[in-house]
């Protein structure tokens, strides 16, 4: 009787939510908070992977004191930076043009909207090495069309800038159509009655998208600046396969150096210290910009 009434008796809400996070937790700390207390702890210690049989030492934060005294790690912070303010911004002036565009219905859309997606379903290495080919000094396709032109030939991977502007183009390549698909969900989903009254008050295409469209679509339009930002700024895959790092080490990422640190060099501690000061700006400007995005919602309400 007592085994009936139990089962008998409904589940509550609050119980039930419990039940469906709870695994899921259990997951998450499994997956993330464990590597990341490793992280933390190994940060602290001097000591190579290779090394098994030299015991770690406890050197505190001297790992943290070195590498931010090193001054070039800020040129790779630098560098760094300009890619992602180069990429991002490219990326969304052509994107949110793209997008204006294909926001209307006309004939062929869907398969102009597909041969766009295909450049963000390949793997960013061989991205990489097929913009490797294209730049080529000697027999590149790119330096075929500027000597067309009447221009000197490039040397594209060779020099500093040049470099840079070759990854912004083979990223800009490559994750345009993301942002792309977001803008074109952002701006379809605001209702045809708000840009119709718009029309009706006389409020010009170029009013009606800079006052309504951007303004309305700016949730959505964060996110895909937030994901693109954090992604650009641990970018690694493209530079190895488009410019190794060369010329020299000037075209070195954080990410690039931190895989250089942890797997050329094998110093682990250091490694470890680098991933978390990496991880820290990561969730520092994510806070910054996630408060920005909190307080446009709440001014739209």
Do not use: H
Not at 65 to 90: A, E, I, K, Q
Not at 147 to 165: E, H, M, P, Q, S
Not at 178 to 185: C, E, R
Not at 248 to 266: C, D, H, Q, R
Request: hydrophobic content about 55%.
């Amino acid at each position: 009787m007592a085994a009936s009434r139990m089962l008998r008796k409904p589940i509550s809400d609050r119980t039930l939510c419990t039940l469906f996070l709870v695994p899921s937790l259990v997951i998450l700390a499994v997956m993330v908070a464990y590597p990341f207390l490793s992280l933390l702890i190994n940060s602290t210690y001097r000591f190579s992977a290779l090394r098994s049989n030299v015991e770690p030492v406890f050197v505190w934060l001297d790992n943290y004191d070195f590498l931010l005294s090193d001054p070039d790690l800020w040129d790779r912070f630098t560098f760094t930076g300009t890619f992602v303010v180069l990429t991002v911004s490219v990326q969304f002036i052509l994107a949110i043009s793209v997008a204006y565009y294909l926001q209307r219905d006309f004939r062929g859309r869907d398969l102009l909207f597909t041969v766009l997606m295909i450049p963000m379903m390949l793997s960013p290495i061989v991205i990489g090495f097929l913009w490797r080919y294209i730049f080529n000094s000697e027999w590149g396709l790119m330096n075929f069309f500027v000597t067309r032109l009447g221009f000197d030939a490039i040397d594209w991977l060779g020099v500093t800038d040049n470099a840079l502007i070759a990854v912004v183009i083979a990223d800009t390549w490559m994750w345009t159509p993301f942002v792309i698909l977001l803008a074109v969900a952002a701006f379809r989903g605001i209702p045809v009655s708000i840009q119709e009254a718009a029309t009706i008050d006389g409020a010009s295409p170029f009013f009606r998208f800079t006052r309504l469209t951007l303004p309305m679509s700016a949730p959505i339009l964060g996110i895909a600046f937030l994901l693109r930002l954090i992604d650009s700024f641990k970018q690694y895959d493209l530079f190895f396969a488009l410019t190794g790092g060369a010329p020299g080490s000037t075209t070195e990422t954080v990410s690039f150096y931190l895989a250089k640190v942890a797997f050329s060099y094998f110093y682990t501690g250091e490694a470890s210290a680098l991933a978390v000061i990496q991880l820290v700006i990561i969730i520092g400007l994510s806070l910054i910009f996630v408060r920005l995005l909190t307080r446009i919602g709440r001014q739209r309400q």
